[in-house]
C-alpha cells in the first residue's frame, strides 16, 4: 500500500493529501480513500474561491457507487483555486488522484499548521491500522 502513497506530500487521517507549493495548498483525497470509495461518481465542491475555512470543514463531498463522503480541509485558510474539471469528469479521480484530480488550493492562515500534518511515512502507519 506505501507505494501508492507519495513521498513529499502531507497527510490527514481523513485520507486527503496536501501538496505545499509555496504559501499555497494544493489538496485532493489519497489512493486509499479512492480504494475505500470504489468508481467515484460525482465530486461536489460547495466552496467559492475567496470563502475562508476552517481546519477539518467540509468543502464538498465525494460520491461514489458505494458511499458518499465529506471533503476535509487539512488546514484553516481562504480558497484561492478550485479544481472545475471535476464536476464534469469526476472519473479522475479515479485516474489521477494525486494529479489533475486536485480539489482546491487553499492559503493557510497560518503556515505553520501545514507543519501539524502526517508525512508519508505517519500516513502509511495510519493506512496500516484502518
Not at 502513497?5 to 495548498?25: C, F, M, Q, S
Not at 467515484?40 to 464538498?60: H, M, P, R, Y
Not at 472545475?84 to 494525486?98: F, G, I, R, T
Request: hydrophobic share 45%; charged share 25%; net charge negative.
Amino acid at each position: 500500500m506505501s507505494d501508492n502513497i507519495p513521498a513529499g506530500l502531507k497527510y490527514t487521517t481523513d485520507h486527503e493529501w496536501a501538496n505545499i507549493e509555496g504559501a499555497r495548498v494544493k489538496v485532493g483525497v489519497t489512493a486509499f480513500a479512492v480504494e475505500q470509495l470504489g468508481d467515484v461518481t460525482l465530486v461536489d465542491i460547495n466552496v467559492k474561491v475567496g470563502d475562508e475555512l476552517a481546519e477539518g470543514k467540509a468543502f464538498g463531498t465525494i460520491e461514489s457507487v458505494k458511499t458518499l463522503s465529506d471533503l476535509l480541509s487539512p488546514v484553516a485558510g481562504k480558497v484561492v483555486e478550485i479544481n472545475m474539471a471535476l464536476s464534469a469528469n469526476p472519473e479522475l479521480v479515479n485516474e489521477d488522484c494525486y494529479g489533475k484530480a486536485w480539489m482546491i488550493v487553499i492559503k493557510p492562515s497560518d503556515p505553520a499548521a501545514v507543519g501539524a500534518l502526517l508525512d508519508d511515512k505517519a500516513y502509511a502507519e495510519h493506512v496500516k491500522s484502518q
